[in-house]
């Protein structure tokens, strides 16, 4: 059964700091993986994915995440965090092969706070 | 560029009744889903058209049904509401069903049973 989970309801960090946003998935076949951001009382963001290639993903305001098969894991991180960027993530995993390979699996969410 | 866009925003219905919610795909997407995200948690999948056709569903009860027009809107009905099923419903959008394919989603429609 695939399956996402994001271990931390919530991460806090100072303005300027780096920050990451932790995600690790499980799925049958191979992992198409993906992030969103949701901003309070609003729809989904879509800010990066994973299909295949270079493990780095780079995405939309300066986003990066790192996927690590071996861990199967999905990080998502910025290397200076902005007041702005305070919001709930979302990591998903869509499966690339099998029966259920139009639905994506969100995990529960990370709330992340930057203080200034 | 119209994103995925939602009607209606917000809406309160009594237990028992039935709603439709309606969806436009993003400009050029040919694909739309459905997710439920209840209060604290993470979106969950409804069903998926395509071609005017079901082609995938999640775990939910035959009173939520959908439909996909030719111009590949498509709109949400639930039946014989509960309690239960107040949340945000949110659209998405694809160009085609495939599985890499970025996933766009609107703004969602609050729906709050009472």
């Given amino acids: 059964a695939q399956s996402v989970a994001q271990p931390e309801d919530q991460v806090n960090v100072a303005e300027g700091n780096p920050l990451t946003v932790k995600c690790t998935y499980s799925v049958s076949g191979n992992p198409y993986l993906f992030w969103y951001v949701q901003y309070p009382n609003r729809g989904l963001q879509f800010l990066l994915k994973y299909i295949t290639g270079d493990n780095l993903v780079k995405g939309s305001y300066g986003f990066e995440a790192e996927f690590n098969k071996s861990q199967t894991s999905f990080h998502l991180k910025k290397p200076s965090a902005l007041v702005s960027d305070s919001a709930l993530y979302f990591c998903a995993v869509r499966d690339a092969g099998g029966s259920t390979l139009g639905r994506l699996y969100f995990g529960r969410g990370t709330q992340l706070t930057v203080w200034p | ?114």
């Fill in chain 2, 1 to 114: 560029d119209a994103g995925v866009t939602q009607s209606p925003t917000h809406l309160i219905k009594t237990r028992g009744q039935q709603v439709t919610l309606r969806c436009s795909p993003k400009s050029g997407h040919d694909t739309v889903s459905w997710y439920q995200q209840a209060l604290g948690q993470g979106p969950q999948f409804i069903f998926q058209y395509y071609e005017e056709e079901e082609r995938q569903r999640g775990n939910f009860p035959d009173r939520f049904s959908g439909h996909q027009y030719p111009n590949y809107s498509s709109e949400l009905n639930v039946n014989a509401l509960l309690l239960g099923d107040s949340a945000l419903y949110l659209c998405a959008s694809s160009l085609g069903p495939n599985a890499e394919a970025t996933i766009y989603f609107g703004e969602g429609s609050w729906l709050t049973v009472v």
